[in-house]
């Protein structure tokens, strides 16, 4: 790939290669950079350094006349001056002008035309180029046109430490967002996701103000059309469940729905990939070939196999790889308004049904909440689950308030009569520790109930903790798992923990009191007082059957 005459940022010192083919990131990469290796599958792995996750207590957002009415400001959302920014480019620029080549990616966020932003990446690293190759949606693989000026530039010199000496800067990590520019400064991380998490943050500040609802889920098709989305924080099996050979996929992680349906925002996947088996997860293993990017797994060096169960780097093992290496995905990513919707959940508290219908506030209601469960062993100091709620399902990546996104929501749904379930994921039988991580083939085959209709011709019963509608049978499952009581040890232990959780639901929800309605905050859980009257009851949990 011949390098560019004049190249961006004013950049005068590098050799500056211009839309560079995988083949040339291939070479470029094994042979200018120590940690990059050949798995045997054909995939390129790369190493990211010190950092090896997100840094969102690194994010910062310029605050601009145009646009800091519309910022959900707070932890979230961190201010930070122009003129910060400005000495933040100037770090990033020179330390770019420095290195000995440079890398420019082009390529599209957004499959549908009226959602889409010409985003370009400058990047040193030829790993970070290709995995930007594969995320965006490259113009030759929709069939659209190039573009000369983007909407939004990345300027990713991650290896150069940013200044804390500059106001608001304090971490040698700064993911700085200028609106006004349409720039994403990176320093101090070389973790590519912060790329593509970058590039989200973006489309859900530009996509409310067209009236398009930017949404962090995933997405697949019947072969006649049936759209279903999958909403769910990590570990929740958001990837996993849509990734369904019966089904095509539109895409795994990130998704906007417009007037026309849904569109994905991406070109590719970025897939976890801790303990993979081919067994368990036989669209992602497949997709692991020339082309793909295998981010900080352990690599055996006498025959380049992948132990995927090695997380002595870090459990955030990934790999980045084009749809196109999906068999069954539908290109492009586009579809049309769903007919279901999924929120995943990962209970460990094991009061949650695996799988309940909501209502329309009740929906509202757990949109909002975004809760899992975390659990011992997943970060320090974790040794009991401990709940955690991300409003939205994606609230590092929100930029305007959640209710916002809540109240796009509820219309679409409202406009287009789509149905809402939740899925637990989590555990059956007792809390964890005592009970059993609900099987995933139990929890396919309460998706594959969903998709073939099967729950429209049988009875439900309202969960008294709750309020969720569960059914009473579902093919492929127990009837005893669908009702979370029944493998506790006692109803009263069950109660207790529901109660517990219920807690924390409502403590969490309190902070969004101002912008839900009644009959939304309504939707939430039983109250303190209702619970303890229920524990005082000796009639199981599905008595109303």
Not at 298 to 325: F, K, L, M, W
Request: hydrophobic share 40%; aromatic share 8%.
């Amino acid at each position: 790939m011949p390098a560019m005459d004049n190249g961006p940022l004013g950049l005068t010192g590098p050799v500056v290669h211009k839309d560079p083919t995988t083949a040339i990131l291939y070479e470029h990469a094994l042979r200018h950079d120590p940690a990059a290796t050949l798995a045997d599958s054909g995939a390129l792995v790369a190493l990211s350094g010190e950092k090896t996750g997100r840094s969102p207590g690194d994010k910062r957002i310029v605050r601009e006349a145009q646009s800091e009415n519309d910022i959900w400001w707070g932890p979230v959302n961190r201010a930070l001056t122009g003129e910060a920014f400005a000495a933040l480019r100037q770090q990033a620029v020179g330390h770019l002008d420095r290195a000995e080549r440079v890398y420019v990616v082009d390529g599209w966020a957004g499959a549908d035309a009226g959602s889409r932003v010409a985003v370009r990446v400058i990047c040193e690293r030829p790993y970070h180029a290709l995995f930007m190759r594969n995320m965006l949606i490259m113009p030759d693989a929709g069939g659209q046109p190039g573009f000369d000026t983007p909407d939004v530039t990345i300027i990713n010199a991650g290896r150069h430490p940013a200044d804390t000496g500059i106001d608001g800067v304090d971490s040698p990590t700064s993911i700085a967002l200028s609106f006004a520019r349409g720039e994403l400064v990176i320093l101090g991380t070389e973790y590519a996701g912060e790329m593509k998490k970058g590039v989200f943050t973006l489309m859900n500040h530009l996509m409310p103000a067209r009236g398009i609802l930017s949404m962090h889920c995933s997405a697949n098709a019947s072969v006649d059309g049936q759209v279903s989305l999958f909403f769910g924080l990590s570990g929740t099996g958001k990837t996993t469940l849509s990734a369904d050979p019966r089904r095509r996929l539109i895409g795994d992680d990130e998704h906007c729905w417009s007037d026309q349906g849904i569109a994905n925002i991406e070109g590719g996947c970025y897939a976890k990939v801790i303990d993979l088996s081919p067994e368990a997860e036989p669209q992602i293993s497949a997709a692991i070939r020339f082309g793909a990017v295998l981010e900080n797994v352990v690599r055996d060096p006498d025959n380049g196999a992948i132990d995927y169960s090695d997380d002595r780097i870090t459990q955030n093992t990934r790999c980045a790889y084009p749809i196109e290496h999906v068999d069954n995905a539908q290109l492009p990513g586009v579809g049309g308004h769903p007919r279901d919707i999924i929120l995943l959940t990962c209970d460990a508290f094991s009061v949650l049904p695996p799988v309940s219908r909501l209502t329309a506030e009740q929906a509202m209601y757990h949109f909002i909440s975004g809760y899992t469960a975390k659990v011992a062993g997943t970060e320090m100091g974790v040794t009991e689950p401990q709940a955690t709620f991300s409003a939205c399902f994606g609230a590092p990546f929100l930029v305007r308030h959640p209710a916002v996104y809540a109240r796009m929501l509820a219309e679409r749904i409202e406009q287009t009569g789509s149905r809402v379930w939740m899925i637990n994921t989590g555990w059956t039988g007792g809390p964890y520790g005592i009970g059993r991580r609900i099987p995933l083939g139990y929890t396919r085959a309460m998706i594959d109930a969903i998709h073939d209709n099967a729950l429209e011709s049988v009875g439900f019963w309202t969960d008294p903790v709750f309020g969720l509608s569960v059914p009473d049978h579902c093919p492929g499952v127990p009837n005893e798992v669908l009702d979370p009581m029944s493998g506790w040890p006692s109803r009263r232990g069950y109660l207790e923990a529901a109660a517990e959780l219920a807690a924390l639901f409502h403590q969490n929800f309190a902070a969004y009191t101002d912008v839900a309605d009644a009959a939304v905050q309504a939707a939430g859980p039983a109250s303190a007082e209702h619970i303890q009257r229920e524990t005082a009851e000796p009639q199981p949990a599905s008595a109303a059957k």
